[in-house]
C-alpha cells in the first residue's frame, strides 16, 4: 500500500503562482510512475502532467510551459510547479503512482483545490 497526501492549493489571482506537494509513505520513485490530474466540475479527470522512474516528463498541451514536475527522492515527494496560473486551470488536483508493469498498484491522493479568479 501507498498513502499519499496532497498540499499546496488555495486560491489565487490569475498570472500567479502555487507549488503543489504531494508526500508518499515510503521511497517509491524507483518502481512507481508519477502524476498530477485534475478534475474541475462536471468534467472528467485529466492528466496534467507526469514523471518516470526515469526522470522523463510529460505534460498536457493546455500546461506546457507554464507548470513543472519534479521529485524529491530523500523527501519522497513529487512537485507541481504552476505558473501564469488561469481560471480554466481551476479544479481539484490528484496526485497518482502507478506501479511500472502493475495493472493494480495504482494509487490516489485525496486532491487538492486550486481556484484562479480575481
Known amino acids: 500500500q501507498v498513502q499519499l497526501v496532497e498540499s499546496g492549493g488555495g486560491l489565487v489571482q490569475p498570472g500567479g503562482s502555487l507549488r503543489l506537494s504531494c508526500a508518499a509513505s515510503r521511497d517509491i520513485f524507483s518502481s512507481y510512475n508519477m502524476a498530477w490530474y485534475r478534475q474541475a466540475p462536471g468534467k472528467q479527470r485529466d492528466l496534467v502532467a507526469s514523471?518516470?522512474?526515469?526522470?522523463?516528463?510529460n505534460y498536457a498541451d493546455s500546461v506546457k510551459g507554464r507548470f513543472t514536475i519534479s521529485r524529491d527522492a530523500a523527501k519522497s515527494t513529487v512537485y507541481l510547479q504552476m505558473n501564469a496560473l488561469k481560471p480554466e486551470d481551476t479544479a481539484v488536483y490528484y496526485c497518482?503512482?502507478?506501479?511500472?508493469?502493475?495493472?493494480?498498484?495504482?494509487?490516489w491522493g485525496q486532491g487538492t483545490q486550486v481556484t484562479v479568479s480575481s
Open positions: 514523471i518516470t522512474v526515469i526522470g522523463r516528463s
Open positions: 497518482n503512482a502507478r506501479k511500472v508493469f502493475s495493472a493494480t498498484d495504482d494509487y
